[in-house]
T-cell receptor, first 113, second 113 residues
């Protein structure tokens, strides 16, 4: 059974801090790893990673995939209160023509002023 | 609005009633997915369509659940004889053939009393 584990489950930081969120996975037929941000609504896509060691970056957010270690990290620098959300890691596995996502439980990030 | 839309956004029903949700994917996305998310958990895959064909169903999808995508555009998810355990957020996502990133709709929050 495919499995995605995120850590920590929750994190409280002060504005301006840098945070690192972790995601590890065990899936068959790995295709890609995705990060989503979820506030009080549906998940919003952040990054898709398919190749190991390549950093994807968008503003203060960046992510790297380590296919050897079956893991990924999401970094957020100079955190702001607007970064407060649940960050979901999902792994896409291919098989029988489908591309279903298996999600972790998420990391709840709270950024306090 | 070119995003994924879902209707209704909220639904309250009594145990034993039938409910139907609708999802309109991003136009020209040929893949459509249904997920269910309960409090404190990441989304769980339910089923997946490529055009009008339902290609995969999770074992989470009991016989009371049925999904259709009759013309390869919008999709409906019906739950018959609802139970309190069906209370959850039902998320729809769509993706295109070559990009494959799944973009989520706002979800339908179901409460079964």
């Amino acid at each position: 059974e495919d499995k995605v584990v995120q850590s920590p489950l929750s994190l409280v930081v002060h504005e301006g801090d840098t945070v690192t969120l972790n995601c590890s996975y065990e899936v068959t037929n790995f295709r890609s790893l995705l990060w989503y941000k979820q506030e009080k609504k549906a998940p919003t896509f952040l990054f898709m990673l398919t190749s190991s060691g390549i950093e994807k970056k968008s503003g203060r957010l960046s992510s790297i995939l380590d296919k050897k270690e079956l893991s990924s990290i999401l970094n957020i620098t100079a955190t702001q209160t607007g970064d407060s959300a649940i960050y979901l890691c999902a792994v896409e596995a291919s098989g029988a023509g489908s591309y279903q996502l298996t999600f972790g439980k998420g990391t709840k990030l709270s950024v306090i002023p | 609005d070119t995003g994924v839309s879902q209707d209704p956004r909220h639904k309250i029903t009594k145990r034993g009633q039938n409910v139907t949700f609708r999802c309109d994917p991003i136009s020209e996305h040929n893949r459509l997915y249904w997920y269910r998310q309960t409090l404190g958990q990441g989304p769980e895959f339910l089923t997946y369509f490529q055009n009008e064909a339902q290609l995969e169903k999770s074992r989470l999808l009991s016989d009371r659940f049925s999904a259709e995508r009759p013309k390869g555009s919008f999709s409906t998810l019906e739950i018959q004889r609802t139970e309190q355990g069906d209370s959850a957020m039902y998320l729809c996502a769509s993706s295109s053939g070559y990009q494959e990133t799944q973009y989520f709709g706002p979800g339908t929050r179901l409460l079964v009393l």
